[in-house]
């Protein structure tokens, strides 16, 4: 059984993620040590949050999460991870992500559209990736934010619109550094088959 880390840097909402990832079978540890990100066939970054307080906290895993990265093992950044995983953020002061994939992070423009953009949308799948395997475009998967990633297309898996179009998913260059801007768990038989799928990846 795999065993897939979920990164605990004090921003997250660990407890539904673990759950869903249990339920796609795999064997899942939250840590707060850096040490345990070696013994990870995945490794998972989820947040909930702002953007600056979680650059903070992350910094004792970042030599952890590079090693992990170019050893070609998979990673999933969720809502604010998936943010974290850009080069910049304009929440708060211009931040720095992690620069795993290259894109910024900017607010929803004020219209007449609530923010945060809240509830289900359709995703439009932009790509083939093992991370949608058996995914319908059109499906629809559950966000809450206020911010989202602009990136290029090469860089991004699904899009969804909510008064422009945005990066719903993306993706690095290698293909094994993957980001949703939803909550794959929260999102019915739909987010549960993506995180099947990101098992079957590691």
């Known amino acids: ?6 990164i605990d840097y004090g921003l997250g909402n660990l407890r539904s993620v673990q759950k869903g990832l ?3 079978g795999a064997t899942v540890t939250i840590t707060k040590n850096p040490d345990e990100l070696e013994h990870a066939d995945g490794l998972v970054l989820p947040g909930v949050g702002a953007f600056n307080d979680a ?3 992350i910094v004792p895993f970042l030599e952890g999460i590079n090693k992990f990265i170019k050893s070609g093992k998979p990673m999933l950044g969720i809502c604010l991870g998936q943010q974290m995983l850009m080069e910049h953020s304009e929440e708060g ?12 992070v900017v607010r929803f423009p004020h219209s007449e559209l609530k923010v945060p953009h809240m509830g289900w949308n359709a995703l439009s799948i932009k790509q083939e990736h093992p991370f949608f395997k058996g995914i319908k ?7 809450v934010h206020s911010y989202y990633v602009d990136t290029d297309l090469s860089h991004t898996l699904a ?27 929260k999102s019915g ?5 993506m995180l099947r799928n990101f098992v079957d990846m590691c």
């Open 159 to 185: 899009s969804c619109n909510y008064g422009l179009d945005f990066a719903a998913s993306v993706v690095n260059d290698k293909g094994n550094v993957m980001g949703t801007q939803f909550h794959p768990e």
């Open 55 to 57: 650059m903070k906290n």
């Open 1 to 6: 059984m795999k065993n897939i880390v979920i």
């Open 189 to 193: 038989e739909v987010g549960l088959k």
């Open 137 to 143: 475009d059109g499906s629809f998967v559950y966000f």
């Open 22 to 24: 249990e339920h796609a």
């Open 93 to 104: 002061e211009k931040a720095e992500g992690l620069g795993l994939i290259p894109g910024n």
